[in-house]
C-alpha cells in the first residue's frame, strides 16, 4: 500500500483571491499603508461588535470588567 504524504493544501477563500487580485496591481508604500490600516479598522470594527454583542447577550456590566482586571489568577 503506497502512503499518499502530500498533504492536500486547501482551496484558497474568497478573501485571500481578492487579496490576491489586489497585489497584482503596483501599488505605493503610501498606499500600501492605507490598505493595510484599512483592513486593521474592518477586522477591528468587527470584532469590537461581535463583542459587545456577546457583552450585551450575557449582561455584563463594568463592575464584571474592573473584577476581571483585578482578579489575581489572571
Do not use: C, H
Not at 493544501?9 to 487580485?21: D, G, R, S, V, Y
Not at 483592513?39 to 474592573?66: A, C, G, H, N, P
Amino acid at each position: 500500500m503506497k502512503m499518499n504524504y502530500m498533504k492536500q493544501q486547501p482551496a484558497l477563500t474568497n478573501f485571500q483571491l481578492e487579496i490576491l487580485k489586489l497585489f497584482s496591481f503596483n501599488v505605493s508604500g503610501n498606499e500600501l499603508l492605507d490598505i493595510k490600516l484599512m483592513l486593521s479598522k474592518y477586522f477591528s470594527d468587527r470584532l469590537s461588535k461581535r463583542v459587545d454583542t456577546i457583552w450585551q447577550d450575557k449582561k455584563l456590566t463594568e463592575q464584571d470588567m474592573e473584577k476581571w482586571l483585578n482578579d489575581e489568577n489572571q
